[in-house]
């Protein structure tokens, strides 16, 4: 019997956290990623970014990522998970806007 993954994470041992001697369900860069939109989505209701910060927030963890996979170069968890968490900000908020933008189009074209 295989085993369902729902997440396309790779999960390689080094790449993630443990507790307890267990592996996180999903590498570090996607615990920050999930961290940061749990921490975003309900301060949505409450303060919104713009989409230039958020591409901004998602920068840092596309250059990671980019230069650990084409450059000779090894990341810490901690970076992953910390840029990943400003990633997960940063695509809550940009999907904010997007989603407010596109309602506000469509309002426009049905009244």
């Not at 999930?34 to 975003?40: C, K």
Request: glycine share 8%.
């Amino acid at each position: 019997m295989t085993k369902i993954q729902l997440v396309d994470c790779h999960r390689m041992p080094s790449r993630s956290f443990f507790f307890r001697k267990k592996q996180f369900p999903v590498c570090a860069r996607c615990t920050g990623i999930y961290m940061g939109y749990f921490l975003m989505i309900p301060m949505l209701w409450f303060y919104q970014i713009g989409i230039i910060l958020s591409v901004a927030l998602i920068l840092p963890t596309m250059i990671d990522g980019l230069t650990q996979a084409y450059l000779n170069r090894e990341s810490t968890n901690f970076l992953r998970c910390t840029t990943g968490i400003l990633a997960g900000i940063g695509m809550s908020g940009f999907s904010e806007r997007i989603t407010y933008h596109a309602y506000k189009f469509i309002e426009t074209l049905i009244s």
